[in-house]
T-cell receptor, first 115, second 112 residues
Framework: GAGVSQSPSNKVTEKGKDVELRCDPI?????LYWYRQSLGQGLEFLIY????????KSGLPSDRFSAERTGGSVSTLTIQRTQQEDSAVYLCASSLGGGAREKLFFGSGTQLSVL | GENVEQHPSTLSVQEGDSAVIKCTYSDSASNYFPWYKQELGKRPQLIID?????GEKKDQRIAVTLNKTAKHFSLHITETQPEDSAVYFC???????????FGTGTRLTIIP
């Protein structure tokens, strides 16, 4: 079956513009995560969705970042007024159940470049 | 919150030799420790994990050891092969937490 799908795979934008990144998790997976991978850095947690529960937004670096998940499936990560330090690979992952002890299935990421 | 440190950041070993990557964690409540492998240009994939009720787990050429007292865990790869070249990430969490805290990664290069 299909894995986690992310789009676009690459996004180049100008400083100050807004961007939207999309994640389509594996069908039936109730948990969805967004992570950010900067050059030479680890995987930085951004936000977590589990079913109909309120998302865990504790990793969002500023109020310019927001995310939503519609119908318990597709998720969109929005970055407003992008800055150069937002340049990174944004990875989405899903898991069958809740909890970080479940195996995460990652998408191939969106490479964001802010000029 | 949890903090995970990973060493070394880069590692080169001759094909056939062993490789060891070490991680330390700060939260004594952490009880689940997975390792993810990310090949160049590909997505991270889980390769092995360990829970705090065991000290060691093996899967063919890879093994993970856990020392709860010292709060560190390690990945061991024996008889390394070119396809082992990748970035490896350790992570930690506890069952009451919903997010993994990852280390900064180790770029492993296998020299033919």
């Amino acid at each position: 079956g299909a894995g986690v799908s992310q789009s676009p795979s690459n996004k180049v934008t100008e400083k100050g513009k807004d961007v939207e990144l999309r994640c389509d998790p594996i069908s039936g997976h109730t948990a969805l995560y967004w992570y950010r991978q900067s050059l030479g850095q680890g995987l930085e947690f951004l936000i977590y969705f589990q079913g109909n529960s309120a998302p865990d937004k504790s990793g969002l670096p500023s109020d310019r970042f927001s995310a939503e998940r519609t119908g318990g499936s597709v998720s969109t990560l929005t970055i407003q007024r992008t800055q150069q330090e937002d340049s990174a690979v944004y990875l989405c992952a899903s898991s069958l159940g809740g909890g970080a002890r479940e195996k995460l299935f990652f998408g191939s990421g969106t490479q964001l470049s802010v000029l | 919150g949890e903090n995970v440190e990973q060493h070394p950041s880069t590692l080169s070993v001759q094909e056939g030799d062993s490789a060891v990557i070490k991680c330390t964690y700060s939260d004594s409540a952490s009880n689940y420790f997975p390792w993810y492998k990310q090949e160049l240009g590909k997505r991270p994939q889980l390769i092995i994990d360990i829970r705090s009720n065991v000290g060691e787990k093996k899967d063919q050429r890879i093994a993970v050891t856990l020392n709860k007292t010292a709060k560190h865990f390690s990945l061991h790869i024996t008889e390394t092969q070119p396809e082992d070249s990748a970035v490896y990430f350790c992570a930690a969490t506890n069952f009451g937490n919903e997010k993994l805290t990852f280390g900064t990664g180790t770029r492993l290069t296998i020299i033919p």
